[in-house]
């Protein structure tokens, strides 16, 4: 009659001892990588870190947790939840309360608003990392906001990652322009072991107008975006519109790609060039390209 009970409580009793010694293992772990990031100019602080978790979880918690990379700048935010499921460890699920602010040289301080984000990692057998990231109601004071933002990560061959973002009802803002709608958007890609951005995919939306395209892009020496996408929409005029006065478009340049709008019809296929700090749309140069850093 004993029996079933007996049987219970003993695994009970070897579960927790593994829990426990499992758990001490995580703790080195996550001392381990720390200490490494640490050496590469990236830290963790916390006001306060707990472990807990028992029976079927290990679980970091870290209250207003600040990330400093290389004394330039700092992430902060207001809580981090690192959650691995005892039985599954290679599966570590974080979970972000917003706002997050980013500090660094030579800005102001900057705020991202944002419900809990959710980002998880599954490692392979080489510690390789597949990521995905949820993070809903995003805002950024002059940049925009979307409803949400969606990033899937996993390693491609040759040391490169194959990328996925979608945005939903995303808004872009900035000072001085008319805001930008986008109702959804697409991206699927691959970051090369050379840095350089091979694009399969690239599609928005904006209620009846589509845009979409594939191509490559890299850094130059100057830290510029160069490369070619090979683009194509449903309505360029309509595209234009949109799109035309965040360019900072002068009225010869706008009224000339008009004109060669013209004779392609609604729809039409425009390769758009960044070589050499400037961006061309077809033949025409329709911007400047400054350095990212």
């Given at each position: 009659m004993f029996l079933p009970l007996a049987i219970v409580l003993v695994l009970a009793l070897?579960?927790?001892?593994?829990?426990f010694v499992a758990s001490g293992i995580a703790r080195d772990r996550l001392t381990d990588e720390r200490i490494r990031w640490a050496s590469k100019g990236l830290t963790l602080t916390c006001t306060r870190d707990d472990w807990g978790g028992y029976p079927f979880h290990f679980e970091y918690s870290c209250t207003s947790p600040v990330i400093t990379l290389a004394d330039k700048a700092e992430l902060r935010s207001a809580n981090l939840l690192l959650v691995a499921l005892a039985y599954a460890p290679?599966?570590?699920a974080a979970l972000i309360d917003g706002p997050t602010t980013l500090l660094a040289a030579g800005i102001s301080p900057f705020e991202i608003k944002h419900q809990r984000a959710l980002a998880a990692a599954t490692f392979d057998r080489d510690s390789q990392p597949s990521l995905s990231v949820d993070v809903p109601a995003l805002s950024a004071r002059g940049l925009g906001q979307a409803d949400k933002v969606m990033l899937f990560t996993r390693p491609a061959a040759d040391n490169g990652s194959d990328i996925s973002l979608r945005g939903q009802n995303v808004i872009y803002r900035r000072e001085g322009r008319p805001e930008?709608?986008?109702?959804d958007a697409n991206f699927l890609g691959t970051l090369l072991a050379d840095r350089s951005l091979r694009i399969d995919k690239i599609e928005l939306q904006h209620g009846q107008l589509r845009?979409?395209?594939?191509?490559a892009l890299s850094l130059d020496p100057q830290h510029r975006i160069a490369g070619k996408l090979e683009t194509e929409t449903n309505?360029?005029?309509?595209?234009?519109?949109?799109?035309g006065p965040q360019l900072g478009l002068s009225e010869s340049n706008l009224a000339n790609i008009q004109t060669m709008l013209s004779f392609m019809g609604n729809g039409a296929k425009v390769p758009i060039i960044a070589k050499d700090g400037?961006?061309?749309?077809?033949?025409?140069?329709?911007?400047?390209?400054?350095?990212?850093?």
């Open positions: 070897l579960w927790t001892v593994y829990w290679w599966q570590v930008v709608a986008i109702n845009y979409w395209g594939s191509g309505d360029m005029q309509a595209l234009l519109a949109l799109v400037a961006l061309y749309v077809g033949p025409l140069k329709a911007a400047e390209l400054p350095p990212l850093y």
